[in-house]
């Protein structure tokens, strides 16, 4: 077992906080794959401090299943982040989690996420504040620097550690880069090797279980952070632990059972059937007949019309991800979606 504060992890496999993804549904999906911890989307320490209702709908959480449970937080400023980790905590957080490396402008500009790489002072800060206010593990996620000139992930770890935290991601990409170009995993290795006794997450360019298990062997970090290839397939995590692909059978049942957990996450059945749309897209992806089954899913409303399409699509799609590629297996399934 892999330990991380007081916690116990029962692989090295972690789900990565996306924006607009990892919301309950979803993270339970993985966390049942096989995911040993799944974060929440970043969560703005200042809508948390006002109460704001969008920001605390982002806080539910299954207790059943989300063990731990890890909340991220952001923003720039250590007494509001220290605040809003108090906060966290009452509504159920165990671990918290400091998201230092979004790109965003709108994040950026504000001191928060990647800015927090320009002043690794500050960004130690948060940390003790945080750990402080809340009394909780508290882990960080960075980026390799602000640029190629100021490549400062050394500097960034040491002041962290030194702040106490209990864990680092480390996306290798600068800020300026974004998600472009490729992620430099020599970073995580240099990490490992200047910090040995801090756990170190491992992100960028994992696209299939066998990338996955390259970079833990090849960096030497203790945990690899799944993002994008997990979209539209959590079973990634089950395929990691031995386990196989699912079946047209169960991915058509799981979609439907993710869809009608975000109907009642949502509240509202067409903001829910509208912010569904990309996961559809997303479990689609590679499988015949998908660019016909997203452009009809894309002018339906209603969520028994989706539910109908769901099965009309994914109980006959072939489970090897072949592609898009046939026009006439897409006139096939517009048949079967009507």
């Not at 600068?174 to 997450?201: C, M, N």
Request: aromatic share 8%; glycine share 10%; hydrophobic share 40%.
């Amino acid at each position: 077992m892999l330990r991380l504060g007081p916690y116990s992890l029962p692989n090295p496999f972690v789900l990565a906080p996306m924006a607009g993804v990892s919301e309950m549904p979803f993270r339970v999906l993985a966390f049942r794959m096989g995911a040993a911890l799944c974060p929440t989307e970043l969560v703005s320490s200042q809508g948390l401090m006002r109460a704001n209702q969008r920001t605390l709908m982002y806080l539910r959480f299954d207790a059943e299943v989300e063990k731990p449970y890890s909340l991220q937080l952001y923003g720039g400023d250590p007494e509001a982040m220290g605040l809003a980790a108090a906060v966290g905590k009452s509504h159920g957080a165990q671990m918290l989690d400091i998201n230092m490396g979004c790109p965003v402008k709108k994040v950026t500009k504000n001191g928060a996420g990647s800015a927090l790489l320009s002043d690794p002072e500050r960004a130690a800060a948060i940390v003790r504040a945080m750990r402080e206010a809340s009394g909780l593990p508290v882990t960080c996620k960075i980026r390799s620097g602000w640029d190629a000139r100021t490549r400062n992930y050394l500097q960034m770890a040491a002041a962290l550690q030194e702040a106490g935290c209990a864990g680092l991601a480390i996306h290798p990409r600068t800020r300026e880069q974004g998600y472009s170009g490729q992620a430099d995993w020599s970073v995580i290795t240099d990490l490992k090797r200047h910090f040995p006794e801090l756990p170190l997450f491992g992100n960028g360019d994992v696209r299939t279980p066998e990338d996955a298990r390259r970079m833990l062997e090849t960096t030497g970090c203790d945990y690899v952070m799944i993002g994008r290839a997990a979209l539209g397939n959590p079973w990634i995590f089950r395929e990691l632990a031995g386990g196989e692909a699912p079946s047209p059978e169960e991915r058509c049942a799981l979609v439907l059972e993710h869809f009608h957990a975000h109907l009642a996450f949502v509240g509202d059945p067409l903001g829910a059937v509208r912010s569904f749309r990309r996961h559809l897209g997303w479990y689609a992806h590679g499988l015949a007949g998908a660019a016909a089954f997203r452009a009809r899913a894309n002018t339906l409303d209603a969520p028994e019309a989706v539910a109908d399409a769901v099965r009309a699509f994914f109980s006959a799609a072939d489970s090897d991800r072949s592609g898009d590629s046939s026009e006439e297996q897409d006139v096939d399934y517009r048949a079967a979606l009507g």
